[in-house]
């Protein structure tokens, strides 16, 4: 339980900075942005696993890169979610996919299990 909140935090504070950082990426309030990142972690965890394996083959063609699209994706369907999650197209989400990945790379170094 203790991972799963330390998991949300971490994805909350990626989505902030996101938010701090990239124009096409808003949220009205906190708790937005902390339900945004406890519906990011579900997305990831039951559909994400399905994109990945069916997107396979262009994974392999462009060498990893698609995956970026694949969280994109995930962060876009987040935002459909909540009403107070703004993605304003692609790259804004592809930006919050990169920054949202760093810190949770970052904080996996800092933070052991």
């Known amino acids: 339980m203790v991972s799963f909140i330390v998991q949300v935090l971490v994805t909350a504070l990626g989505l902030w900075l996101s938010?701090?950082?990239?124009?096409?990426?808003?949220?009205?309030?906190?708790?937005?942005?902390?339900?945004?990142?406890?519906?990011?972690?579900?997305?990831?965890?039951?559909?994400?696993?399905?994109?990945?394996?069916?997107?396979?083959?262009?994974?392999?063609?462009?060498?990893?890169?698609?995956?970026l699209v694949i969280n994109a994706a995930m962060i876009g369907l987040t935002s459909l979610f909540l009403g107070g999650f703004v993605v304003a197209g692609l790259w804004p989400a592809i930006g919050a996919a990169i920054i949202t990945g760093v810190v949770s790379w970052i904080a996996s170094m800092v933070v052991r299990d």
């Open 19 to 67: 938010d701090y950082l990239l124009a096409g990426i808003t949220f009205t309030d906190t708790v937005t942005l902390l339900l945004a990142s406890v519906i990011l972690g579900v997305v990831n965890a039951f559909v994400r696993p399905v994109l990945v394996i069916l997107t396979f083959p262009i994974t392999v063609i462009t060498l990893g890169l698609f995956l």
